[in-house]
């Protein structure tokens, strides 16, 4: 099992940024991708970004923040971090922070193995 934290959170002004960051710890040996979602209050939780967790670095980043998130790993400290630039009201969500064994993308978030507890993210207009 692998235990997750947010940080980061918080209220910032649109066209603002924010980074996010999320430590792991234990069994984070098994983990293939690591990855933030967002929920915003009425909505589905959706995939924002997402990283590999071992070997060559691969990001994967939904439409809606392509260009403006961007998805940072440490193995050395086990974290992952999420800076977002250009923030807009619609970005408005809590965002978790997910840990997957199997190494796809396109898991469902529901096939994630792992969840933080998410941190609130407020974009004013």
């Known amino acids: 099992q692998v235990q997750l934290v947010e940080s980061g959170g918080g209220l910032v002004q649109a066209g603002g940024s924010l980074r996010l960051s999320c430590a792991a710890s234990?069994?984070?040996?098994?983990?293939?991708?690591m990855a933030w979602f967002r929920q915003a209050p009425g909505k589905e939780r959706e995939f924002v970004a997402g990283i590999s967790w071992r070997g060559l670095i691969i990001g994967r980043y939904a439409e809606s923040v392509k260009g403006r998130f961007t998805i940072f790993r440490d193995i050395s400290k086990n974290a992952v971090d999420l800076q977002m630039n250009n923030l807009k009201p619609d970005d408005t969500a809590v965002y978790y922070c997910?840990?997957?064994?199997?190494?796809?993308?396109?898991?469902?978030?529901?096939?994630?193995?792992?969840w933080g507890q998410g941190t609130q993210v407020t974009v004013s207009s």
């Open positions: 997910a840990a997957a064994k199997t190494r796809d993308f396109d898991l469902a978030a529901d096939e994630y193995d792992s």
């Open positions: 234990g069994q984070i040996f098994n983990t293939a991708i």
